[in-house]
């Protein structure tokens, strides 16, 4: 259980510490395929604060990880997505392990 990582693109190797800011791009898709959110469509890059609990467990843990400009797939178990909530009225079900690709665009 956790959060795993498949680096699809290298980043430059400069990691992000507890604290710091970071702007993403991401499309979260179920394990069956089906696409629930993604920045990129939207053509919003998203921003949140590493460490500080604004995002589901394996994006703080995950992206913390990555470097400025990786590309990986972040395959995150429900105890580290959303657990037993179901959220969006059903478009992510209870215990759903979620599959998200995530570009770190920048480190504020």
Same mark, same amino acid.
């Given at each position: 259980?956790?959060? /795993? ?9 400069? +990691?992000?510490?507890?604290?710091? +800011?970071? /702007?993403?791009?991401? /499309?979260? !898709? ?11 469509? !939207? ?5 949140? /604060? ?55 665009? +920048?480190?504020?």
């Amino acid at each position: 259980m956790g959060v /795993t990582i498949e680096v699809q693109t290298p980043g430059n190797g400069v +990691k992000p510490n507890p604290g710091d +800011k970071v /702007t993403v791009h991401y /499309t979260g !898709k179920l394990t069956n395929g089906k696409v629930f959110d993604s920045s990129v469509t !939207k053509n919003k890059p998203f921003v949140f /604060t590493i460490g500080m609990g604004q995002v589901i467990r394996g994006w703080d843990e995950g992206v913390a990880q990555m470097s400025i400009g990786e590309k990986s797939l972040l395959t995150c178990s429900p105890d580290f997505a959303y657990g037993g909530q179901d959220v969006g009225g059903g478009l992510i079900p209870a215990n759903s392990t979620l599959v998200f690709e995530v570009e770190l665009l +920048k480190i504020n």
